[in-house]
C-alpha cells in the first residue's frame, strides 16, 4: 500500500471519532470499487473517499469561522446550515494539510454534500460512495441505490439527490441552492443520456428492418452461424 495513504488513515484515525473513521473506509472502498466499475484511476478514488469528512471533526461554528479565516466562501445554504461547510474546508485541508494538489480529488471533496452541476466521474463517484458505502443504514432506498450505482452512476446520483431533497422538503429543512442546481443538471444528464440511447435503438431497428447497415445491405447471422463462424479459427 502507498506510504503516503498509509499516513492519512493513520492520522484520521487519530483525528475521527471511531464512528466517522469507520464511516470513511467504507466510503474509500467504495469509491474504490466504483472506480473499477467505470475505469477510473484508483489511487484517486481512494484519497477523495479517505479525506472527504476530514473537517468533520469540528462543530458548525468552529467551521464557519475557520472558512472566514482562510478565505473560503460562504454561500447563503451554508450559513444556515454550516454542517454543510465540512466540504469544501475538507478540500482546504486536503489540499493545505495533507498535501493533495490533485483538483478532481479537491473538487470532489468540496462538492460531496451539496452535488454541483457538471459533475466529474470522481465528483460522482464520491457523491454516491458517500450514500451507498457499507456501513450505512437509514436511507430506505440504499439497497436499489448500491444496486444502482454499479449499472448507471449518473442514475444513482439522480436518484439519491432526489430522495434527499424530498427529505429535506418533508422536514421543512432549509435546502442550499447548489443542491438544487445539481440535481436540475443531473436531471438533464440523465435525460439526454436516455434521449441518446433511444435514438440508437431507433436506428438499429430501422436497420433490421431495411437489412441494411451504414447504408449497406447486410444480412444478420443466426446464433448457430455465428458460433460455426467462430468454430473455423
Ligand atoms: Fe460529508
Ligand atoms: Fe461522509
Request: aromatic share 6%; net charge positive.
Given at each position: ?10 492520522h ?24 473499477m466499475?467505470y ?7 481512494e484519497l477523495?473517499?479517505?479525506?472527504h ?9 468552529v467551521?464557519l469561522?475557520?472558512?472566514e ?18 466540504a ?6 486536503a ?6 494538489t ?19 466521474l ?10 451507498i458505502?457499507?456501513?450505512?443504514n ?36 432549509s435546502?442550499?441552492a447548489m ?12 435525460k ?10 431507433k ?19 443466426s ?11
Amino acid at each position: 500500500m502507498d506510504e503516503k495513504i498509509l499516513k492519512i488513515r493513520k492520522h484520521l484515525k487519530k483525528k475521527l471519532d471511531p464512528y466517522r473513521y469507520e464511516h470513511t473506509l467504507g466510503v474509500a472502498l467504495t469509491c474504490q470499487a466504483l472506480a473499477m466499475r467505470y475505469g477510473f484511476d484508483l489511487e484517486k478514488a481512494e484519497l477523495a473517499g479517505l479525506l472527504h469528512d476530514c473537517a468533520k471533526r469540528f462543530d458548525g461554528r468552529v467551521m464557519l469561522e475557520k472558512c472566514e479565516r482562510h478565505g473560503i466562501v460562504v454561500s447563503e445554504g451554508e450559513r444556515r446550515d454550516p454542517s454543510l461547510l465540512h466540504a469544501k474546508l475538507g478540500a482546504w485541508y486536503a489540499k493545505e494539510k495533507y498535501g493533495v494538489t490533485d483538483v478532481e480529488i479537491l473538487s470532489a471533496i468540496a462538492c460531496h454534500t451539496t452535488g454541483k452541476p457538471g459533475m466529474t466521474l470522481l465528483d460522482k463517484i464520491l457523491y454516491v460512495a458517500d450514500y451507498i458505502e457499507p456501513r450505512r443504514n437509514k436511507a430506505d432506498n440504499l439497497t436499489e441505490m448500491r444496486r444502482l450505482a454499479f449499472l448507471d452512476l449518473d442514475l444513482a446520483c439522480l436518484k439519491i439527490m432526489e430522495h434527499i431533497l424530498s427529505y429535506l422538503e418533508s422536514r421543512d429543512c432549509s435546502i442550499d441552492a447548489m443542491t438544487v442546481a445539481a440535481c436540475v443538471d443531473m436531471r438533464r444528464i440523465v435525460k439526454e443520456g436516455a434521449d441518446c440511447r433511444l435514438e440508437a435503438k431507433k436506428e438499429e431497428m430501422t436497420d433490421e428492418s431495411t437489412g441494411k447497415r451504414n447504408g449497406k445491405n447486410c444480412r444478420r447471422r443466426s446464433g448457430g452461424e455465428k458460433r460455426r463462424g467462430y468454430k473455423g479459427y
